[in-house]
């Protein structure tokens, strides 16, 4: 077989003193921390789209990189890829992929021309996953790309692009079910609207939500047993995207019926967008138990778009598995490095690199994650500043014993209320460093 990055050996784990660049420093796969491997824990995966089609394309420019993998024709681009992106997760010891239909080939005139060329480079994708014991993560149908979708696609204006999207779905989900998805991504990236002014808001949430449903008990009838994912998204590439926030999402899903079968794919760089930050919105996940699955990336805040860099802000990564452990860790999901190279990283073993970056960043985020949790000093004094919740009135607020006439007679009786006690901010974010660094 040929070989697409010969010069890359097998990274292993060295240790954080290691000068060796293409090494593992914090990712030990086998290394246990709270009880589960690291393999187990983080659940890496790697995004098809970025890793083995984007070729530094941006707004200003062509591509930079080279992502015909030898080949000429485009099947013969699509097969390379296959087995360059088999060669890679090996490499890197990545376990997951996720992919969207379009990334696999490209779609032809017709969906009888896409459904022939999807089914031949989904053997070569189920013989490789065979072969190698790596396991899809999920998958997607790439309903934003083409100009048809310009008005949406499960909220277009136009009956012929909705069935468009169904069929796509449709196609999707089979992939999925028959390669052993554990999930299946909706993110919306024109489901949203340029202006109000051409826009009938409900109907097309009504819309959206029915093609959600269909999609839904298409898959379970078909024996689709994972999770369908929403990926909350603000803008970009519409102005108003209707996905725009976990918050949201769960507002919809529960309006429409669908919050037993959806859950959430939270995006670091997407919540940043949103204005929150990535523990904000995974916290609104977890409390809603609709928890599911990260994108992984970091956006640029002097950079107001969505950047999808390789992580590396270990603040970021350490309260991001710090809530990922505190809800349980995944199931279905994982950590989807939904990340991309810089236009200027443009050698093959650059992608090394960013990967090696994003795993190393997440692992050190895992190690303490654990040490602030194992700690426990964080968490007691969040208990404490509850414990008037414990006794007396405030354990009748707690347990719903009490009415607001005794309140307000309570209240009455107390006199002057005023501060009580402190929120501490400046005392726990230098207990976390030293945690972190100590
Ligand atoms: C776009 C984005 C997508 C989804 C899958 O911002 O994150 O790549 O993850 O469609
Ligand atoms: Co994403």
Redesign the pocket.
Known sequence: MKEFFPEIKNIKYEGPKSKEPLSFKYYNPEEKIMGKTMREQLKFAM?Y?HTLCADGTDMFGIGTMDKSFGGSSSMEISKNKVYAGFELMNKLGVDYF?F?DRDLVSEGETLADFHRDLEVIVGIVEEQMKEHGKKLLWA?A?M?SHPRYAHGAGTSCDPDVFAYAAAQIKQAIDIDIRLGGSGY?F?G?REGYETLLNTDMGFELDNMAYLLTMARDYGRAHGFKGDFYI?P?PK?PTKHQYDFDAATVIGFLRKYGLDGDFKL?I?A??ATLAAHTFQHELRTAAINNMFGSV?ANQGDCLLGW?T?QFPTNIYETTLAMYEIIKCGGFTNGGL?F?AKLRRASARPEDIFYGFISGMDSFALGLRLAAKIIEDGRLDEFVKSRYAGFETGIGADIKNRRTSLEALSDYAFSLGRVGLSSSGRQEYLESLINSVMFG
């Open positions: 995004a789209w996720c969207h997607t790439n934003f991504v993110w990236g990926e998204k970009e794919n995006e760089n997407h994108d969505d999808d989807n939904d």
